[in-house]
């Protein structure tokens, strides 16, 4: 079943339909097949069969009207005249044309699950190879019930089991199951349902989840109407089209399809990785891939309503906290990989630390690499090339080596929390997409440990609309003065010329667009008659030709630390020292004369003792040159 139908030609279009028509016609010489009900099928079953098909003529009906000529696929330039013709309307959560095509889906599921079963019952004398027969009878497991070649196999004529019974009797096949003969599925189709799972229930499907060869299983069910059974949660994706122009079927069966590649790995990297997870860990696989679009359908984001689908179901089928933990991240993040491979620098630090914070651990990096696979590969044909295939080696290589460098993990993970909440910020959901996302690429990852939610989407906003630079002064409690700057500032001049007030502490971070936010604030506060003095001194701070003399503050070389290997793209720089007047404006101002960029800075002061923690860019200009900077810093 795919995204573009052919009504005709295609799964559960016309041609099955006449098809079986055809076949009783010849062998059982009737004119209609409804004549057979009673016979093979239920009057039920014929009528639901009916109407499916009845439904599929009034939209080849609506095709021709529409393209004036024969047409017999659904492509995506009709659907919205197709769905207005058909009668549907615009609901509030659901487009005319996401209404038709469920619909439609729907008809041709039921009509190739009626023809496919019983084309197939009536010309199963004609067909069978007699040859098998002895084989077959030789692999009888029980009474009705055979597998030969990997091919399970039952009688039409076998009575109707409950649930729990049919779900026992699966779970007792051998691994070696590879398809199921419509003579099964047509013995499953007619199961007796409960009224709701009981707990033996529960137990025969958490066990059905771990299998192996998961994907037969599951098809089958899906094709005997079961699969909403065993996963309620998924009744919301059963027919649920996909207008994303990349996915060629609907949710169900991309889901499905994403199991069978994850059972079925082409590509050698991915089959090593997954071959080393153990039994726990190919079942929580298969529940990912399962659960990962489950969400789809609502208005909610589908990831987030996808996890919370997850845990309600974890909970309730008994799995332990550790396994449901890591099944929802990866539920959550189940496109990152791909995202992060296909879009982001995959050799920043910065990019695979953020990454590795979403996953939290090797393991969790593991399952989502074999769910990565059976996800793309599942989307089309054509998607996952030898190109994308390398650039997951290379980001899984890449995170992987990484997961070693906790601290930074820690950190990282820090941050993807931080943006989860401002994601779920209602002032952040109102700003524009090109804004939302400058605030989540906001380059420094201090802000994100140090600011709240709020505070970082409004100072976003704030640099956003900055063209070259902006400023606030108040003057309450204590002087405090922040700057937003998308043109050079003159650090060094702006804090000597605020020599003459004590630095309590000050901030720095990088943001978006090559722009920068300092906040400063001071010991004391100052007269009101004198911010305007400060203004002075701020505006002629962007002026980069301004000089100012500065005494340079005795620092110990005990007193300073470099770590030139703190990260890949950046170096840590510790000063812990007695307060001096202008110690940092004098460090500032070496930095500008060496064109060190500072990625961000935290200045404390304490009991007469400074604490500087300074991040700075390994663009060439400090850790080559550590050496010469520290003997202008320093004092013997």
Same mark, same amino acid.
């Given at each position: 079943?795919?995204?573009?139908?052919?009504?005709?030609?295609? &799964?559960?279009?016309?041609?099955?339909?006449?098809?079986?028509?055809?076949?009783?016609?010849? $062998?059982?010489?009737?004119? +209609?097949?409804?004549?057979?009900?009673?016979?093979?099928?239920?009057?039920?079953?014929?009528?639901?069969?009916?109407?499916?098909?009845?439904?599929?003529?009034?939209?080849?009906?609506?095709?021709?009207?529409?393209?004036?000529?024969?047409?017999?696929?659904?492509?995506?330039?009709?659907?919205?005249? @197709?769905?207005?013709?058909?009668?549907?309307?615009?609901?509030?959560?659901?487009?005319?044309?996401?209404?038709?095509?469920?619909?439609?889906?729907?008809? @041709?599921?039921?009509?190739?699950?009626?023809?496919?079963?019983?084309?197939?019952?009536?010309? #199963?004398?004609?067909?069978?190879?007699?040859?098998?027969?002895?084989? !077959?009878?030789?692999?009888?497991?029980?009474?009705?019930?055979?597998?030969? +070649?990997?091919?399970?196999?039952?009688?039409?004529?076998?009575?109707?089991?409950?649930?729990?019974?049919?779900?026992?009797?699966?779970?007792?096949?051998?691994?070696?199951?590879?398809?199921?003969?419509?003579?099964?599925? &047509?013995?499953?189709?007619?199961?007796?349902?409960?009224?709701?799972?009981?707990?033996?229930?529960?137990?025969?499907? #958490?066990?059905?989840?771990?299998?192996?060869?998961?994907?037969? $299983?599951?098809?089958?069910?899906?094709?005997?109407?079961?699969?909403?059974?065993?996963?309620?949660?998924?009744?919301?994706?059963?027919?649920?089209?996909?207008?994303?122009?990349?996915?060629?079927?609907?949710?169900?069966?991309?889901?499905?399809?994403?199991?069978?590649?994850?059972?079925?790995? #082409?590509?050698?990297?991915?089959?090593?990785?997954?071959?080393?997870?153990?039994?726990?860990?190919?079942?929580?696989?298969?529940?990912?891939?399962?659960?990962?679009?489950?969400?789809?359908?609502?208005?909610?984001?589908?990831?987030?309503?996808?996890?919370?689908?997850?845990?309600?179901?974890?909970?309730?089928?008994?799995?332990?906290?550790?396994?449901?933990?890591?099944?929802?991240?990866?539920?959550?993040?189940?496109?990152?990989?791909?995202?992060?491979?296909?879009?982001?620098?995959?050799?920043?630090?910065?990019?695979?630390?953020?990454?590795?914070?979403?996953?939290?651990?090797?393991?969790?990096?593991?399952?989502?690499?074999?769910?990565?696979?059976?996800?793309?590969?599942?989307?089309?044909?054509?998607?996952?090339?030898?190109?994308?295939?390398? @650039?997951?080696?290379?980001? &899984?290589?890449?995170?992987? +080596?990484?997961?070693?460098?906790?601290?930074?993990?820690?950190?990282?993970?820090?941050?993807?929390?931080?943006?989860?909440?401002?994601? +779920?910020?209602?002032?952040?959901?109102? !700003?524009?997409?090109?804004?939302?996302?400058?605030?989540?690429?906001?380059?420094?990852?201090?802000?994100?440990?140090?600011?709240?939610?709020?505070?970082?989407?409004?100072?976003?906003?704030?640099?956003? /609309?900055?063209?070259?630079?902006?400023?606030?002064?108040?003057?309450?409690?204590?002087?405090?003065?922040?700057?937003?700057?998308?043109?050079?500032?003159?650090?060094?001049?702006? @804090?000597?010329?605020?020599?003459?007030?004590?630095?309590?502490?000050?901030?720095?971070?990088?943001?978006?667009? /090559?722009?920068?936010?300092?906040?400063?604030?001071?010991?004391?506060?100052?007269?009101?008659?004198?911010?305007?003095?400060?203004?002075?001194?701020?505006?002629?701070?962007?002026?980069?030709?301004?000089?100012?003399?500065?005494?340079?503050?005795?620092?110990?070389?005990?007193?300073?630390?470099?770590?030139?290997?703190?990260?890949?793209?950046?170096?840590?720089?510790? $000063?812990?020292?007695?307060?001096?007047?202008?110690?940092?404006?004098?460090?500032?101002?070496?930095? /500008?004369?060496?064109?060190?960029?500072?990625?961000?800075?935290?200045?404390?002061?304490?009991?007469?003792?400074?604490?500087?923690?300074?991040?700075?860019?390994?663009?060439?200009?400090?850790?080559?040159?550590?050496?010469?900077?520290?003997?202008?810093?320093?004092?013997?």
């Amino acid at each position: 079943l795919r995204m573009e139908p052919n009504i005709k030609d295609g &799964y559960g279009g016309m041609r099955e339909s006449n098809l079986l028509f055809w076949f009783a016609n010849l $062998i059982y010489g009737v004119n +209609n097949t409804k004549e057979l009900s009673g016979t093979l099928f239920s009057e039920t079953e014929y009528k639901e069969y009916r109407v499916a098909l009845e439904y599929i003529f009034r939209v080849r009906n609506a095709l021709h009207l529409i393209a004036k000529k024969k047409l017999d696929k659904v492509n995506f330039d009709v659907l919205p005249e @197709l769905s207005q013709r058909l009668g549907f309307k615009d609901t509030p959560k659901l487009l005319k044309e996401r209404q038709c095509m469920s619909k439609m889906f729907e008809a @041709l599921h039921k009509i190739h699950s009626f023809t496919s079963v019983m084309t197939r019952r009536i010309a #199963k004398g004609y067909l069978s190879d007699i040859k098998k027969i002895k084989p !077959l009878r030789a692999n009888r497991i029980k009474k009705n019930l055979y597998l030969y +070649n990997g091919l399970v196999c039952s009688t039409y004529s076998r009575k109707a089991v409950t649930l729990l019974r049919l779900l026992k009797e699966i779970n007792e096949l051998p691994n070696s199951v590879e398809k199921f003969d419509n003579s099964y599925v &047509y013995f499953a189709s007619r199961t007796k349902i409960p009224a709701k799972l009981t707990h033996g229930i529960r137990n025969e499907i #958490k066990k059905l989840l771990e299998a192996e060869n998961l994907y037969p $299983i599951l098809m089958m069910l899906y094709k005997a109407d079961l699969f909403i059974n065993i996963l309620p949660s998924a009744k919301k994706i059963i027919n649920q089209p996909q207008f994303d122009g990349f996915h060629v079927h609907p949710v169900d069966i991309h889901t499905l399809k994403a199991l069978q590649y994850t059972r079925n790995i #082409k590509d050698d990297f991915v089959l090593d990785i997954y071959n080393k997870l153990d039994k726990r860990q190919r079942g929580l696989v298969n529940l990912i891939v399962l659960f990962h679009d489950i969400g789809k359908g609502r208005v909610k984001d589908h990831h987030i309503v996808s996890e919370q689908l997850f845990k309600k179901f974890a909970k309730s089928f008994g799995y332990n906290e550790v396994d449901i933990k890591i099944c929802a991240r990866i539920i959550r993040y189940h496109n990152m990989l791909s995202h992060v491979a296909t879009k982001e620098d995959i050799y920043s630090q910065k990019v695979i630390m953020n990454f590795n914070g979403l996953l939290g651990s090797i393991e969790a990096l593991n399952l989502l690499t074999c769910v990565t696979y059976g996800d793309i590969n599942s989307v089309a044909s054509n998607i996952y090339k030898s190109s994308t295939a390398s @650039l997951v080696k290379e980001l &899984y290589l890449q995170s992987y +080596n990484a997961f070693d460098n906790v601290e930074l993990i820690m950190e990282g993970a820090r941050r993807v929390k931080k943006e989860n909440t401002i994601k +779920n910020n209602k002032i952040f959901k109102e !700003l524009s997409r090109v804004t939302q996302k400058k605030i989540l690429n906001i380059e420094s990852n201090q802000i994100f440990l140090a600011k709240k939610a709020s505070d970082i989407i409004e100072l976003g906003k704030q640099a956003k /609309d900055t063209i070259d630079k902006q400023y606030s002064i108040s003057n309450n409690d204590v002087l405090r003065i922040k700057i937003i700057r998308a043109i050079p500032l003159n650090l060094g001049y702006l @804090l000597g010329k605020m020599n003459f007030m004590g630095l309590a502490g000050m901030t720095i971070y990088k943001l978006f667009d /090559d722009k920068k936010y300092f906040e400063m604030w001071f010991t004391d506060k100052v007269e009101p008659h004198e911010i305007e003095f400060i203004e002075e001194i701020i505006e002629n701070s962007f002026d980069m030709e301004k000089q100012i003399s500065l005494k340079k503050p005795d620092i110990k070389s005990h007193e300073i630390t470099i770590d030139c290997n703190h990260r890949d793209d950046l170096a840590l720089i510790n $000063i812990a020292t007695k307060d001096q007047k202008g110690l940092f404006a004098y460090v500032a101002k070496l930095f /500008d004369e060496y064109g060190i960029d500072v990625e961000s800075a935290k200045i404390y002061t304490v009991r007469k003792r400074v604490n500087d923690l300074i991040l700075v860019e390994k663009n060439g200009n400090f850790c080559s040159k550590q050496e010469e900077i520290l003997s202008l810093i320093t004092t013997p």
